[in-house]
């Protein structure tokens, strides 16, 4: 089965930097893409950013403004979130995500876009 495994979490001051890891197991394939979402108490699920597993394409969520850089290593199944310039309003759960297919408009920004999930990680941003 496929499985996401997520590290790299963890608290960090406000300006400072963090990057997140998510390894994949169990592809028998090549999926379409694999992206980043975040999530802190009582808001929804939040777009932050994917990547095409074949090409080098990305898309990233309004919220990021240039602070964070998705990239991966495909000879170690590993997917990357690079965070910088962290602020409070930051801190969340992070969630890795794989999606298996093409979706109608491409590249998918809504959570139901993706297949399979990480355990998510908590990252912390405090002052």
């Known amino acids: 089965q496929v499985r996401l495994v997520q590290s790299g979490g963890g608290v960090v001051q406000p300006g400072g930097s963090l990057t997140l890891s998510c390894t994949i197991s169990g592809l028998t394939y090549s999926p379409y893409a694999v992206g980043w979402f975040r999530q802190s108490p009582g808001k929804e699920r939040e777009f932050a950013a994917t990547i095409r597993w074949k090409y080098e394409t990305t898309y990233y969520g309004k919220f990021v403004n240039n602070r964070f850089i998705i990239s991966k290593d495909v000879a170690k199944n590993t997917v990357y979130l690079q965070m910088n310039d962290l602020d409070p309003e930051a801190s969340a759960i992070y969630y890795c995500?794989?999606?298996?297919?093409?979706?109608?408009?491409?590249?998918?920004?809504?959570?139901?876009?993706?297949?399979?999930w990480g355990q998510g990680t908590q990252v912390t941003v405090s002052a």
């Open positions: 995500a794989l999606d298996v297919r093409d979706n109608p408009g491409g590249l998918a920004v809504a959570a139901r876009g993706y297949d399979y």
